[in-house]
């Protein structure tokens, strides 16, 4: 028995050689050959797994993660890789990652591995899991690009009140001049009906970028919805003087020019 630890441990200690001199092939050899003398041991299925999701083979890394969270089920950085390779079981990897986070203080070391799963997750359509990753982040600091994917998120998951508050925040903080907030503001106005506050607030973007043709294009679009043919019009015309090829622009002029 003692010579079995001590072969682990010198095999240990040659793993760890070859990962600080970046010969990653050689580490995984030496900690599967751990594993064959020490089936749980918990390093070298970590690494193991690790070091074939650094290769993208992702089958193979799942393998030993899953091995790994059998024997140890309160590590939450082994459920998010989990979740971000296995997107059929992602929802359950990254609830069960949350539900170790949220015991856990949310310190300095952790932010950038929040804001990428939070970013990453809103991309994928996973509004729930990048809501309390993005959470994470602003209830430890208020930053404006996290305060913006938080209000981008309600937005998407239609809360548009909640989604407006941020904006708003977003719009004094940028002292009402930031196209993109502006826009944000609009279209929750717009998801609420209240078209002439989404009007307006697409007018004063307009006047910080007269040549964004996608704000000319929404400002038609709700004069389309209200049935003024002739500012949607109007509006359309100057999305495609600064575009002409911009698809969307003209099938909304073909539909508007369709309406009674």
Known sequence: MNENNNDIKSLSKL???????????????????????????????????F?????????????????????KNDNPFVYEYMG??????????FNKAIEINDNIKTVRKDYSRYIYIAFKSYQWGEYDISLNYTNYIYNARQINTIANLLGCIYYKKGDYDKALSLFHDLNFIY?????????????????????????????????????NKLIYYNIASIYGDLGDKKLALENIDKALSIDNDYNDAIKLKEYINNLD
Do not use: H, Q, W
Request: hydrophobic residues 30%.
């Open 15 to 49: 793993a760890e050689k070859c990962i600080k001199d970046k010969n990653f092939e050689e580490a995984k050899n030496y900690y599967k050959t751990i594993l064959e003398n020490e089936p749980k041991n918990l390093e070298a299925l970590y690494i193991v797994g």
């Open 175 to 211: 002292e009402k001049n930031n196209v993109y907030v502006l826009c944000n503001i609009a279209s929750c106005y717009r998801k609420k009906n209240s078209n002439n506050m989404a009007i307006r607030y697409l007018a004063k973007a307009k006047e910080i970028d007269d040549n």
């Open 84 to 93: 971000i390779m296995d997107e059929t079981n992602r929802t359950e990897y």
């Open 51 to 71: 070091l074939y999701m650094k290769n993208n083979l992702y089958e193979d890394s799942l393998e030993y993660f899953n091995r790994f969270i059998n024997i």
